[in-house]
């Protein structure tokens, strides 16, 4: 069973920047597509990025573009998220999520499995 464990979420200023790591266990990352999204009380969950799984193909959400970057490590089994920029409207519960084919998505439907997620707090 695919195991997801987000970190790296924590209270910053605008303007700061904050990197997310997921750790993978339980399956195959190499053939795993990774996906990131964010939720807020009383929202439905905000796609932010995806990478294919050899990270030659990214994928992004409108409100990533441009400010956050996915990448990820197939020797290490950890996916993450470059957050640069942040604003109070980052504020999120950040999630972590793997889906069993290799292509990326931006729906959160086509990802089976999924981090317990981090709490990522903008405020000045």
């Known amino acids: 069973q695919v195991q997801l464990a987000e970190s790296g979420g924590g209270s910053v200023q605008p303007g700061d920047s904050l990197r997310l790591s997921c750790e993978f266990s339980g399956g195959t990352f190499s053939e795993s597509a990774m996906g990131w999204f964010r939720q807020t009380p009383g929202k439905e969950r905000e796609f932010l990025a995806s990478a294919q799984w050899n990270g030659r193909v990214t994928l992004y959400g409108d409100s990533a573009e441009g400010r956050f970057t996915i990448s990820r490590n197939n020797a290490k089994n950890t996916a993450s998220l470059q957050m640069n920029g942040l604003k109070e409207e980052d504020t999120a519960t950040y999630y972590c999520?793997?889906?069993?084919?290799?292509?990326?998505?931006?729906?959160?439907?086509?990802?089976?499995?999924w981090g317990r997620g981090t709490q990522v707090t903008v405020s000045s």
């Open positions: 999520a793997a889906r069993t084919i290799p292509w990326c998505s931006s729906f959160a439907r086509e990802y089976e499995y």
